[in-house]
């Protein structure tokens, strides 16, 4: 039996080669743009797709021209065995890129076990420099987790680490230079988006 998929196409006649992956909803920081006041209710693990799904779904979407695929949450890293499950991705024949979006707390001990997984990019959340801003955007978060996990990443080889920074008016938008000045002497690139 031969099997012939069409490519994916968007409404602009643009090739679709990238898949976007949650492999959670919940995460280790409580962001206020991200979580409403309160508790928000997370999917009991029977609903979330088990990695051998969600590694069947990737492979299924190969033939449609997906090449590209990037790791996302709630916060990827905090889901048990995402190392070995984004190790796996690497021999679907058709993958040519894998990457990870992460608030990088966890990743200063991750750094190098995700470079080894082949993991070629990191996009790391980071809203602040300012301890004081950074744990209140993160309601509680210690923003030199992220630097560190930012420095791991520069030692484990990755090629530019991009930060994505989102701003707001009152509470970090007088940070854009020094944000900026992060990539003048580092491999970093840094994009902001606005709230």
């Known amino acids: 039996m031969v099997h012939f998929f069409m490519p994916l196409i968007d409404p ?4 679709i080669d990238y898949l976007r992956v949650s492999v959670t909803d919940r995460c280790n920081l409580s962001c206020t743009y991200c979580k409403p006041p309160g508790r928000l209710k997370v999917l009991p693990h029977r609903d979330i797709l088990q990695y051998e799904e969600v590694h069947r ?6 033939p449609l021209g997906i090449s590209h695929v990037r790791i996302t949450g709630g916060e990827p ?4 065995g995402v190392v070995p499950f984004i190790a796996s991705l690497r021999n679907i024949s058709g993958i040519e890129d894998i ?8 990743l200063e001990e991750m750094a190098s076990g995700l470079r080894d997984a082949g ?10 420099l300012r301890p004081e801003t950074f744990s209140f955007i993160t309601r509680g978060g210690r923003v030199q987790k992220v630097l560190d996990g930012i420095a791991a990443a520069e030692a484990a080889g990755f090629p530019p680490v991009k930060i994505n920074m989102v ?11 020094d944000f900026a000045a992060l990539t003048l002497h580092r491999p970093l690139t840094v ?5």
Do not use: H, K, P
């Open 191 to 195: 994009r902001f988006i606005e709230y």
């Open 57 to 62: 779904l990737i492979s299924v979407a190969v």
């Open 77 to 80: 890293l905090v889901r048990r």
């Open 167 to 177: 701003v707001m008016r009152g509470i970090n938008d007088d940070e854009l230079l």
């Open 99 to 106: 990457s990870v979006t992460t608030n990088g707390v966890l």
């Open 12 to 15: 602009r006649n643009r090739r």
């Open 119 to 128: 993991i070629s990019r990191l996009n790391i959340s980071l809203d602040s």
